[in-house]
């Protein structure tokens, strides 16, 4: 039997880029949102004491699982959506709160 290090495929949903305008309107510069679709390894939260990371601003953020992806995957911005599929359908919907990239691997806080 073989295990699979990524069993997971990530779908991350890039907005497309707005401005907002003299007048105080958003406008769409970029057109639609784009599709990043990304093998991965989803990892639920086990316990009470890896519930919360620290947020970009300092403030403690609950997470419920943590996603890692290889080394060379792209970085995605905090606040994106995110759908984690394995091979029977979605297992996971939630924006990322937290990206680092590793020297083995990249980690995305969900």
Partial sequence: M???QYP????????AT???DANGNWTEISGT???????CRLET????NDAYITGEDGVKVEMTAVIYMPVNAPKIAV???VVVKDKYGAILRSTVKQYSKGQLNT????
């Fill in 8 to 15: 997971h495929t990530a779908f991350f949903t890039i907005p």
């Fill in 45 to 48: 939260r086990t316990g009470r």
């Fill in 33 to 39: 949102s784009s599709t990043i679709e990304q093998i």
């Fill in 107 to 110: 980690r995305i806080w969900v």
């Fill in 79 to 81: 606040g994106t959506w």
């Fill in 18 to 20: 707005v401005v907002q």
């Fill in 2 to 4: 073989v295990i699979r």
